[in-house]
C-alpha cells in the first residue's frame, strides 16, 4: 500500500521536558518521525515545550510550537493550523495521555482530526492493567495474578490472597512512578497510598510478585497490511521486580532456547494484534519462570519507548523512522532498508554482536533517599556499549558511564560480611554490580550468586570470567611480565588500559605504549543489521579486538565530534542539542564528520546524522582508537558538555588537533589561580574568597570575607555538594558531614553574595569579533544553582548600560582566554556591582534555549568558528543578524527558560532550590509579555501548574516578610484567599488582608498538611528558614510534592509566580510558531536597517 | 575416523514428539514422548553421559585451524572432538536454535559458523533434536558457553560436539569469515585439531569434493520405512520421502491427523502406491538437487496422481519433476529472518531458511503471465512465493494439478512460526482431492 493521499497535515506531539523515565529517546523519536513525514511531502505541525530539543529546531517541522503539552495549549494549536491528523505515538506517555485528553475533551473531534497508529481505544487498554490482563486472557495469554483496587483495604486483602511481597503498579504514571513492591503488610499499607495518588485515575493493581523471574522485552512493528516483524529482542539481566529502565540490558535475548524464543515472539504478535496497535513500533514485556519457563505477559507500550530507541541504536533499525512511514501508509516491504539498500524494511534485524546497557543512577544528589531498585525508575540516563562478545561489552558499558569505574569490578570493595553481602545480592541497590563483583572475588558459587541475585547463571558465570581474568593479570607482578597473548585475552574481554594499568600497578600510558608495541589495536566492525549477510553501506562502527577492521577510507577532511555520554543532571539533551547541530553545520561545510558517543537515547547517536558514527566509550583509549583510525583533520570537544573537556588534554598531549579554544585555556577558565589573575588584570571584580584545606583555613577564610561563605570542593560538577553556610557551626558540619577538606582534596570559600541578580551569557568569539547570543537574567537569585533557577530572555530588569558593561567583560574574557568558538560566561549583579562568577569557555545548558528564543543557531556558528571561519565571512552568507543580542533590536517577545525538578521520585529530599543542581530538564515558555511567558513554563512542567483562583498558603522567612506583602495583596486582588501560619499572618494581617491562620505542624496541628494533601490548597510559597531545619516547612513541602501542588521557594518565584497568574487571569493564552516569532525578528531587522539607512 | 563414513553407518531414529509446538510441551511430556521407527531401541546421543555411565570423552581445548579452499584460514580453539573434517563452509544468522541447526541432516557435509557470537548458552536438550544426531560436519562459533542456563539444558555443547565426534572451533572471527563467504560464496573448507598447518589442511580440502554434484541423501535418508502415527484420529495417511527429513515436518503432519509413512530416498512410485496414500511429501535434505535421480523420478510419476507437497529440497525435486533447473545460489539463504513475499495477498512472512540451492523459474516453461509458466507436461505453475531480499524462487505452485512446494521451512526449527500454515494447506489440499475422488 503506497502512502494515503488524503493527508496533508499531521500534528506530532514532542514529550516534553526531560523527567526520569522520559529522557532524550523522545527527541530521537519525534526528530525522525518530523523527518520523515516533510520528506513525504506533509506539512508538520509539532509542540514539544522542551526547547533543547533538536525536534523543535525550526528546520524540522513547518510550524514548531514550543508551548506546554496541555489540552488548552494544544486546542489553540489545533484551532490554528488544523491538521488532517494527530500520531500520538512518537512522544512518550506525555504524548500518549495527551492524546486520550484530547479526545475525552472532544477536541479531535470538534476538529476532525484522526488519530494515526494507535487509536485511542487500543491506548486504554495497553494502560488500563484490568482490562490489559482481561484482553491477554482472551487471547490464552497469561499475566501474574492481580487485582485493580481503588481503596487500601482492596490492596490488603488482595495480598492475603497471594502472600507477600505484592507489586504495586497505578494506573497511568510515567516510568512505574507511584509503584513499587511491598514486602509485608505495613509497608503496603503507607505505598497503596502513594500510589492510590499518583495515578489520576486513582487505581492501583495489585499484584503476584513475579520478583526473581526472568525480564525480557520484545520490539515489536506492525503495519496496515498485518506484517509484524521483531525488530530486537532484549534481556534484563537483573531479575523481575527492578525497573526495565533501572536494569542492565542485553540485546540480543542470550538465555532463552529457540522454542521458548518463539512462543514469545507469537504471544507478542497476539498481543498487538489484540490490543489493536494498527501500525507503528510497540514494546512487549515478559517474565518467564527460571525453574519451569512458565511465561507471563508483564505490559505493553503502544507506542515507542525508551527500549525502541535502545533498539534502533542497536541494531541499526530505525524504529522510529519507519513507524512514522507505516503510519501514513505505507507497508514495510515497500520500505528500503538504509543500510543494505537492497532489503526492505520487512525482516527481522540479526546482530551478530553483543549489546549492553547499563544505566546511570545520581543517588548522590538526593541525600536522605533510599538506593534500593524497584518497579519505580529512579536512574536519569543510560549508556550502551557493543561488543563481540558479552565481556567486552558488558566492560566497555561500565567504563562509558563515566562514574568512576573503569571496569567491571574496578570500584572499590564493598566491605562487608557474609550476611550483609547477601543482603545486598538480594536487595538490588545502585550498588549492585559491586555486590555481585565482591561476592565472586570472595569465590561464592555461580549457584549461590544467582539463587540470591535471581540473575541468571549465564550471566553471572560471564562476570566470574571477567573476575577470573583480573585475577590472572593481577598476579603479574610488573607489566613486562605479563605475557602478549594475556593482554591480547583481557583486551578482547574488553579490559580497558586503565583497568589493567590498575591491576599489574603502572600506568594507562604504559599499558597503552606496550600494546601498541606488541600490534595489539582495536579494529572497527559495522552495525548493518543483517550479521554481515548483505553489504552494509552506512558507516555505523564499533570497536572489537579481532582480526577485520571494515571502516573505509575516507575522501574528504574529517571532523571528529565528541558526544555527552550518558544523561546525568547537569549534563542532559542540551549538550546533544549541541554536538548534532556542529555536525549538521560542518558536513554544510563540506567535511566528512565523524561522531563518537554512547548515549542510545539521543539524536547524536543516529546513524544518519553524521556521516560516520562510532557508539564507542568516551575514555581517552577510546576516542585515541577512533582518531588513530580516523585521522581527523580537528576535533571538537567543546560541544559536549563537561565529558570531552575533560579529555581535551591529554588527546593533545597524543597528537589529537584540537579544535577551538585550547585546552591550556580551558584549563586556565577551570583554575582558580590563573583565572582570578586574568579577572584583576580585566579589572572585574569576582567574589571574594580562598582555598582551603582544613576546617581552620575555611574558618580564616571565611572570617575574613564574612559570611554567608559558597562552600565546594574544588573542580565540581553541576553544583556538586555545594552549599550556602551562614556560620562557624554550619560550616563544620558541611566539613565533616559532606566533604572532608584534606590537603589533596581543597574546598573552595567564596563570599555569597545575597540578593544578587544573575546572569548567563552565550556567545561565541573568533579572534576578533564577539557575538553575544542572549543574555539571560536568572529569576531566582544567587544562591540557586543556575540549571534549577528559571530565566529570561531578553532579560527583565538589566539597562542597556549594564547589557553593554556586560557584553565588555565578556569580551575581555574571550580575548584572554583566546577563545575560538562557545563561551559562557556567568555573573551576579549586586548593588549595581558586576561580579564575575565563572566562564567556561565552552557549550552551556542554555545554549539550545538562547539559539530557540533568537532564531540564531549559535552551536553551528562555534562550530564553523572552530573550523576556522570568522563572524563576519559567517554572517555574509547569513549565518547571522547584523547585530548581537545586546547591540541589536530587543524582540517584541519574551522567552522563559523554567527547571524540572525529579523531587517527586525521591521522598524524604526536601524540595528547596540550592546550589547543588537537581533538575532533569528544562522547558520554555514564550509569549507577548513576561507574566504569560512565565505562565506557559510553569504549565510546561507538568509539576508546577499555577492555579487561577483558591487557596494560596504563604509562609515565609523572617527576612522575606516585608517583601512578600505585595505580591500577597496582589493575589488577593485576583480573588484568592490566603492561608498563612501565625508569623506570616500577623505580617499580612496588619497590612488589612484577610488571612485564615493554621497552626505549625511542629506543635501539633497538621491541618496544613491535610489542606494540601486534599487540593483544598493549589499554591505553597514556602522559603525556607535557614539550611537543615526539617520543620513545618520540610513537612509542607513534602506533602505538595507528593500530591502535585506547586511550591515555590524563592521571594523571586513567588514575584515571578503573580506575573504568571495576572497572565493567567487575563484569558487563554495566545500561542505562536517559533517560526512565526522569528520571522518578526528578521522583519523587524530588516526595518531598522532600512530605517538605518534611510 | 572421518564424520562422514561414521554418520553413514549410525542408526536412524526418527521421533514423533508431542503434537503441540516444541515449546509447549512440559518436561514431562517430553519425557513421555517415546521415539518411534525401527531404531528406536537405540541411545540417542544427547543422552548425559553420567546418567548412562558411559564414558564420554573430555571435550578437546587445544589449539584448531580452519583453512577455506582459497587459503584463507582462521585460528581458534578447539569445542568439539578432536579430528580432521573438511566440509562446504556455510554461515547460519540465526541468534537462537543452535541445536536445530546442528542436528538438521540438510546440514550434512558441511561446516557450519554460527553469525551470533555466544552459541551453547542454553545448552541442549533431547526435544529440540531434529535428527538422531549433530548431523553438521564441522563447528564455527565465536564463542561457545563455559556454563549453559536453562530449565531445559541437559548437556553442553562442547559435550555434545565431542559425543557426537565433532571438530569444532571457537575464538576465530566469524564476521569476517561471513563476509568472506558473502563475497566470494560458499566454499570447500577444512577443519582441525590435528593439521595445524595451513598448507597441509588445504591440501586436504582441495582433494575433498564441492557440493554442486554432490549427492548426500542417500546417506541420511531412513534405511527403513517407519511410520509416524497420527496424533488423534488419523485422517489421511501420507507418504513421506526422507531425503534428511527434519523431525518436525513429521511432527507438524502427525498433529494434523496424518498418518506419516516415512520412505528411503530411493523409494520408487510403485512403493509409494503400495501403499496407497492420500498425499505425497517430499522432504528437505542435503546436497545438489539435480543428483537426487531417483526422487525426481518418482515424484515425476506421481504428479499429478496424488496430491504433493514438497519443502526445501523437496521444492527443489518437484521443480525437476516440473521440469526445472535448479542453480547453485552464490552463499545460500540460511536463517531465520528471511522476509518471503506471499504473492497471493502480498503479505510478508518472516521464514526459516536453510538451502544453497534454487529453482530456477524461467526453466519451468514459456512465461504465460506475470510469475506464471507453462510447464511442458503438467500446466501452468505459479511462482507463488519470492524472497523479498533477492528475488530467488521460494514456492512453486501448480495450478492444474494437486502440487506445491515452499524454499523455506514451515516447521522452522529453528525459526518464526509465520510459515505453519503451510501444513494446513497441505491438508486441505487432501481433503479436497479426497473430496473429488471418494
Not at chain 1, 283 to 298: C, H, L, S
Not at chain 1, 596 to 602: I, L, M, R, S
Not at chain 2, 162 to 190: F, N, Q, Y
Request: charged share 25%; hydrophobic share 40%.
Amino acid at each position: 500500500m503506497p502512502r494515503r493521499d488524503d493527508l496533508t497535515s499531521v500534528l506530532v506531539l514532542g514529550s516534553g521536558p526531560i523527567v526520569i523515565g522520559q529522557a532524550c529517546e523522545f527527541d530521537y523519536s519525534g526528530t525522525q518521525a518530523c523527518k520523515v513525514l516533510r520528506e513525504e511531502g506533509l506539512r508538520v505541525i509539532l509542540v514539544n515545550s522542551n526547547p533543547a530539543t533538536i525536534m523543535t529546531d525550526p528546520d524540522f517541522a513547518d510550524a514548531t510550537y514550543v508551548e506546554p503539552l496541555t489540552v488548552e495549549a494544544v486546542r489553540s494549536v489545533i484551532e490554528r493550523e488544523r491538521p488532517d491528523a494527530l500520531l500520538p505515538t512518537l512522544g512518550g506517555q506525555t504524548a500518549l495521555n495527551l492524546s486520550v485528553d484530547l479526545q475525552r475533551e472532544g477536541v479531535l473531534e470538534a476538529f476532525g482530526v484522526e488519530v494515526l497508529g494507535a487509536d485511542l481505544e487500543a491506548i486504554q487498554t495497553a494502560e488500563d492493567r484490568q482490562r490489559f490482563k482481561d484482553a491477554m486472557t482472551e487471547i490464552g495469554l497469561e499475566s501474574p495474578r492481580s487485582t485493580y483496587v481503588n481503596a487500601p483495604e482492596q490492596a490488603l486483602e488482595a495480598a492475603q490472597e497471594y502472600g507477600y511481597p505484592v507489586v504495586l503498579r497505578p494506573s497511568y504514571t510515567l516510568g512505574g512512578k507511584g509503584g513499587g513492591i511491598a514486602y509485608d503488610r505495613e509497608q503496603l499499607e503507607v505505598m497503596i497510598r502513594q500510589g492510590l495518588y499518583d495515578s489520576p485515575v486513582h487505581e492501583v493493581l495489585v499484584e503476584e510478585s513475579v520478583l526473581g523471574w526472568k525480564e525480557f522485552e520484545l520490539e515489536v512493528m506492525r503495519d496496515a497490511h498485518d506484517n509484524c516483524v521483531i525488530i530486537c529482542s532484549i534481556e534484563n539481566v537483573d531479575a523481575m521486580g527492578v525497573h526495565t529502565g533501572d536494569s542492565m540490558t542485553v540485546a540480543p535475548i542470550m538465555t532463552l532456547s529457540d522454542p521458548e524464543y518463539q512462543r514469545m515472539r507469537d504471544a507478542a504478535f497476539k498481543v498487538l494484534r489484540r490490543i489493536g496497535v494498527e501500525t507503528g513500533g510497540s514494546n512487549v514485556q515478559f517474565a518467564v519462570e527460571p525453574d519451569t519457563g512458565r511465561m507471563v505477559v508483564i505490559e505493553m507500550n503502544p507506542r515507542v519507548s525508551r527500549s525502541s530507541a535502545l533498539a534502533s541504536k542497536a541494531t541499526g533499525f530505525p524504529i522510529a523512522k519507519i513507524a512514522a512511514r507505516l503510519a501514513i501508509g505505507y507497508t514495510l516491504d515497500e520500505i528500503a532498508n538504509d543500510i543494505t539498500r537492497e532489503t526492505k524494511a520487512a525482516f527481522e534485524p540479526t546482530i551478530d554482536y553483543v549489546v549492553v546497557k547499563v544505566p546511570r543512577f545520581t543517588f548522590e544528589k538526593f541525600a536522605g533517599t533510599d538506593d534500593t531498585l524497584t518497579t519505580r525508575m529512579k536512574s536519569v540516563g543510560e549508556v550502551m556499549a557493543m561488543g563481540r562478545t558479552f565481556k567486552e561489552a558488558v566492560n566497555k558499558a561500565l567504563r562509558s558511564l563515566e562514574d568512576g569505574r573503569i571496569g567491571f569490578g574496578s570500584a572499590a570493595p564493598v566491605e562487608v560480611d557474609d550476611d550483609t553481602l547477601e543482603g545486598l545480592l538480594v536487595r538490588p541497590t545502585a550498588q549492585r554490580l559491586e555486590a555481585l563483583d565482591e561476592a565472586m572475588t570472595r569465590g561464592w558459587s555461580v549457584e549461590r550468586i544467582s539463587a540470591l541475585s535471581g540473575i541468571d547463571p549465564w550471566f553471572v558465570d560471564q562476570l566470574v570470567q571477567i573476575v577470573e581474568r583480573r585475577r590472572t593479570l593481577r598476579s603479574y607482578e610488573h607489566l613486562a611480565a605479563l605475557p602478549d597473548h594475556v593482554l591480547h585475552d583481557a583486551k578482547r574481554e574488553g579490559f580497558s588500559d586503565a583497568h589493567i594499568a590498575a591491576l599489574v600497578q603502572t600506568s594507562e600510558q604504559a599499558v597503552r605504549d606496550r600494546r601498541r608495541a606488541a600490534g595489539i589495536a582495536p579494529v572497527f566492525k559495522t552495525v548493518d543489521t543483517c550479521a554481515a549477510e548483505f553489504r552494509a553501506y552506512t558507516p555505523y562502527h564499533y570497536s572489537t579486538y579481532e582480526d577485520e577492521d571494515e571502516v573505509t577510507d575516507a575522501t574528504r577532511d574529517r571532523v571528529i565530534v565528541l558526544g555527552s555520554g550518558p544523561n546525568r543532571i547537569g549534563q542532559g539533551v542540551e549538550f546533544d542539542y549541541c554536538c548534532v547541530h556542529a555536525v549538521l553545520a560542518l558536513k554544510d561545510a563540506g567535511y566528512e564528520t565523524v561522531m563518537v558517543n554512547c548515549n542510545p537515547e539521543t539524536v547524536s547517536t543516529d546513524y544518519d546524522t553524521a556521516d560516520r558514527l562510532y557508539f564507542e566509550p568516551l575514555t581517552v583509549e577510546d576516542v585515541l582508537e577512533v582518531c588513530e583510525r580516523e585521522r581527523p583533520a580537528g576535533v571538537l570537544v567543546q560541544l559536549g558538555g563537561q565529558t570531552p573537556l575533560k579529555l581535551a588534554r591529554e588527546l593533545e598531549a597524543n597528537g589529537v588537533p584540537i579544535w577551538g579554544t585550547s585546552p591550556d585555556a580551558i584549563d586556565a577558565a577551570e583554575d582558580r589561580g590563573r583565572f582570578g589573575a586574568l579577572m584583576e588584570e580585566l579589572g572585574v571584580p569576582m567574589p571574594p574568597g580562598g582555598i582551603a584545606r582544613s576546617f581552620e583555613e575555611a574558618r580564616e577564610v571565611a572570617e575574613r570575607i564574612g559570611y554567608p561563605v559558597l562552600v565546594r570542593p574544588s573542580y565540581v560538577l553541576g553544583g556538586r555538594a555545594m552549599q550556602i553556610v551562614d556560620d562557624d557551626v554550619a560550616l563544620q558540619r558541611y566539613l565533616t558531614d559532606a566533604v572532608a577538606a584534606a590537603p589533596d582534596q581543597p574546598i573552595l570559600v567564596d563570599r555569597f553574595l545575597e540578593s544578587a541578580i544573575e546572569v548567563d551569557v552565550d556567545a561565541v568569539y573568533d579572534g576578533e569579533e564577539l557575538f553575544v547570543g542572549g543574555v539571560l537574567e536568572h529569576i531566582e537569585e544567587a544562591g540557586v544553582h543556575s540549571g534549577d533557577s528559571a530565566c529570561t530572555l531578553p532579560p527583565l530588569t538589566l539597562g542597556p548600560a549594564q547589557e553593554e558593561q556586560i557584553r565588555r567583560v565578556t569580551l575581555g574574557i574571550a580575548q584572554g582566554l583566546q577563545v575560538r568558538g562557545l563561551l559562557n560566561v556567568q555573573f551576579a549583579l549586586k548593588d549595581d556591582v558586576l561580579y564575575c562568577i565563572e566562564a567556561n569557555p565552552r557549550a552551556s545548558r542554555t545554549v539550545p534555549f538562547t539559539s530557540k528564543a533568537t532564531g540564531v543557531p549559535l552551536a553551528k556558528v562555534a562550530a564553523l568558528v572552530m573550523a576556522g571561519r570568522t563572524l563576519s565571512e559567517l554572517r555574509g552568507e547569513g549565518w547571522l543578524p547584523r547585530e548581537d543580542a545586546v547591540q541589536g533590536p530587543r524582540p517584541r517577545h519574551v522567552a522563559v527558560k523554567e527547571a524540572v525538578l525529579p523531587f517527586d521520585r525521591f521522598p524524604g529530599v526536601d524540595a528547596v532550590l540550592g546550589p547543588e543542581m537537581r533538575s532533569t530538564g528544562e522547558v520554555m515558555g514564550i509569549d507577548r509579555d513576561f507574566g504569560a511567558a512565565f505562565a506557559k513554563s510553569q504549565a510546561g512542567t507538568g509539576s508546577m501548574v499555577l492555579p487561577t483562583s483558591g487557596k494560596v498558603f504563604v509562609s515565609v522567612s523572617n527576612r522575606d516578610k516585608r517583601a512578600v506583602v505585595f505580591p500577597v495583596m496582589r493575589l488577593v486582588d485576583l480573588g484568592f484567599e490566603i492561608v498563612a501560619t501565625a508569623g506570616t499572618a500577623d505580617v499580612l494581617g496588619r497590612t488589612g488582608l484577610e488571612v485564615e491562620v493554621v497552626g505549625k505542624v511542629s506543635e501539633g496541628a497538621p491541618q496544613i498538611l491535610r489542606m494540601v494533601e486534599s487540593g483544598e490548597v493549589g499554591l505553597v510559597l514556602n522559603t525556607p528558614f535557614g539550611s537543615g531545619t526539617r520543620g513545618d516547612g520540610y513537612e509542607i513541602r513534602q506533602a505538595a510534592v507528593t500530591n502535585g501542588v506547586p511550591v515555590i521557594t524563592t521571594l523571586a518565584g513567588i514575584l515571578a509566580a503573580v506575573h504568571g497568574i495576572q497572565a493567567l487571569r487575563r484569558g487563554p493564552l495566545e500561542v505562536h510558531s517559533i517560526q512565526e516569532y522569528q520571522q518578526e525578528l528578521l522583519d523587524r531587522v530588516a526595518i531598522d536597517a532600512a530605517g538605518g539607512a534611510a | 575416523m572421518s564424520v562422514h563414513e561414521r554418520a553413514a553407518a549410525s542408526p536412524h531414529e526418527r521421533a514423533a514428539a508431542s503434537p503441540h509446538g516444541p515449546a509447549a510441551a512440559s518436561p514431562h511430556e517430553r519425557a513421555a514422548a517415546s521415539p518411534h521407527g525401527p531404531a528406536a531401541a537405540s541411545a540417542p546421543d544427547l543422552t548425559p553421559a553420567g546418567a548412562q555411565g558411559q564414558a564420554t570423552p573430555n571435550p578437546h581445548s587445544g589449539p584448531a585451524l580452519l583453512v577455506l579452499e582459497d587459503g584463507t584460514h582462521f585460528r581458534g580453539r578447539s569445542i568439539g572432538a578432536a579430528g580432521t573434517v573438511t566440509g562446504e563452509a556455510v554461515f547460519n544468522t540465526g541468534m537462537a536454535g543452535y541445536q536445530e541447526v546442528l542436528t538438521d541432516p540438510s546440514y550434512r557435509r558441511q561446516i557450519v559458523a554460527m553469525t551470533a557470537p555466544h552459541v551453547g548458552n542454553y545448552g541442549l536438550n533431547a526435544h529440540d533434536m531434529e535428527s538422531d544426531r549433530i548431523q553438521v560436519a564441522g563447528y564455527v562459533v565465536k564463542e561457545a558457553a563455559r556454563r549453559p542456563s536453562s530449565w531445559r539444558a541437559e548437556q553442553d555443547l562442547r559435550t555434545a560436539l565431542t559425543a557426537a565426534e565433532v571438530v569444532g572451533i571457537e575464538g576465530i572471527d566469524t564476521r569476517r569469515l561471513t563476509r568472506h563467504l558473502r563475497e566470494r560464496g560458499a566454499m570447500r573448507a577444512g577443519l582441525s585439531t590435528e593439521h595445524l598447518d595451513v598448507d597441509v589442511l588445504l591440501a586436504e580440502v582441495l582433494d575433498a569434493p564441492g557440493m554442486a554434484g554432490l549427492e548426500l541423501a542417500s546417506e541420511v535418508t531412513t534405511p527403513q520405512p517407519y511410520v509416524v502415527p497420527a496424533v488423534g484420529q488419523r485422517r489421511f495417511r501420507v507418504a513421506a520421502i526422507d531425503f534428511g527429513m527434519k523431525r518436525s515436518i513429521a511432527r507438524y503432519l502427525a498433529a494434523q491427523g496424518v498418518e506419516v509413512h516415512v520412505l528411503p530416498s530411493t523409494t520408487t512410485a510403485e512403493q509409494v502406491r503400495a501403499l496407497e496414500p492420500d498425499g505425497l511429501f517430499l522432504s528437505n535434505g542435503p546436497g545438489d538437487p539435480s543428483t537426487v535421480a531417483a526422487g525426481i523420478t518418482t515424484t515425476a510419476a506421481l504428479l499429478g496422481e496424488i496430491p504433493t507437497f514438497g519443502i526445501c529440497l523437496g521444492s527443489q525435486l518437484l521443480g525437476h519433476a516440473l521440469g526445472a533447473d535448479t542453480y547453485k545460489l552464490t552463499f545460500g539463504h540460511r536463517g531465520v529472518n528471511q522476509p518471503v513475499l506471499r504473492r497471493a495477498d502480498g503479505v510478508v512472512e518472516i521464514t526459516s531458511h536453510n538451502h544453497g540451492f534454487a529453482v530456477r523459474a524461467s526453466s519451468l516453461g514459456e512465461q504465460v503471465e506475470e510469475h506464471v509458466f507453462a510447464t511442458a507436461d503438467h500446466g501452468d505453475v505459479e511462482v507463488s512465493h519470492v524472497n523479498l531480499n533477492d528475488d530467488v524462487v521460494e514456492g512453486l505452485t501448480a495450478r492444474e494439478i494437486p502440487a506445491f512446494s515452499v524454499q523455506y521451512h514451515p516447521e522452522s526449527a529453528p525459526g518464526p512460526s509465520d510459515a505453519r500454515y503451510l501444513f494446513g494447506r497441505f491438508v486441505e489440499l487432501l481433503e479436497r482431492t479426497q473430496g473429488d475422488t471418494v
